[in-house]
T-cell receptor, first 117, second 114 residues
Framework: DAGVIQSPRHEVTEMGQEVTLRCKPI?????LFWYRQTMMRGLELLIYFNNNVPIDDSGMPEDRFSAKMPNASFSTLKIQPSEPRDSAVYFC???????????????FGPGTRLLVL | AQKITQTQPGMFVQEKEAVTLDCTYD???????LFWYKQPSSGEMIFLIYQGSYDQQNATEGRYSLNFQKARKSANLVISASQLGDSAMYFC???????????FGKGNQVVVIP
């Protein structure tokens, strides 16, 4: 089975440009998560969706960031306008629903390495 | 407040030896799960092992085992018979049932030497 798919794998852009990151979760998974990883802050949850509905976006840094999930097999994370401090690795993860303690395992995509010049 | 603490400095371990990575956590939720992930230099996050708060037995997955000490809020990862491919960052994470967020520690760096 295919895992979580992210594109692009690498993105280099200039400050002020719009950046769109894409994610295809594992088929059948109810939850989709967007994370950001930096050396300074480690792994941070930005937003997550349950059945395509945004549930918690409290980790989204500011209004320049937006995320959508138009259907169960596709999500985007958009940064407009981008700034150098947005440079990071952005991960998408998905998981099925589970009622076990702590929920089901989240499976991560390969990540998108973003560099904003 | 930091929910997951991983404070060990980078570790060097001899090939075929065992290594223990420390993780302590903080929660008042009686229902939670603990997860360990591996991140090699290529960057992907690879799930290794899960331990539920109600599990009576320590979790095991192949060469990975989890030393779960609930009263001490400790969930140390043990890698047995280390291999060169085990060189990576290892992250401990927790998810509370009352909160869908997965909180990560800062990671432990492991380098396996031949």
């Amino acid at each position: 089975d295919a895992g979580v798919i992210q594109s692009p794998r690498h993105e280099v852009t200039e400050m002020g440009q719009e950046v769109t990151l894409r994610c295809k979760p594992i088929s059948g998974h109810d939850y989709l998560f967007w994370y950001r990883q930096t050396m300074m802050r480690g792994l941070e949850l930005l937003i997550y969706f349950n059945n395509n509905v945004p549930i918690d976006d409290s980790g989204m840094p500011e209004d320049r960031f937006s995320a959508k999930m138009p259907n169960a097999s596709f999500s985007t994370l958009k940064i407009q306008p981008s700034e150098p401090r947005d440079s990071a690795v952005y991960f998408c993860a998905s998981s099925p629903y589970s009622d076990r303690a702590g929920g089901e395992t989240q499976y991560f995509g390969p990540g998108t390495r973003l560099l904003v010049l | 407040a930091q929910k997951i603490t991983q404070t060990q400095p980078g570790m060097f371990v001899q090939e075929k030896e065992a290594v223990t990575l420390d993780c302590t956590y903080d929660t008042s939720d009686p229902s939670y799960g603990l997860f360990w992930y591996k991140q090699p230099s290529s960057g992907e996050m690879i799930f290794l092992i899960y331990q539920g708060s109600y599990d009576q037995q320590n979790a095991t997955e192949g060469r990975y085992s989890l030393n779960f000490q609930k009263a001490r809020k400790s969930a140390n990862l043990v890698i047995s018979a280390s291999q060169l491919g085990d060189s990576a960052m290892y992250f401990c994470a927790m998810r509370e049932n009352g909160n869908n967020r997965l909180a990560f520690g800062k990671g432990n760096q492991v380098v396996v030497i031949p």
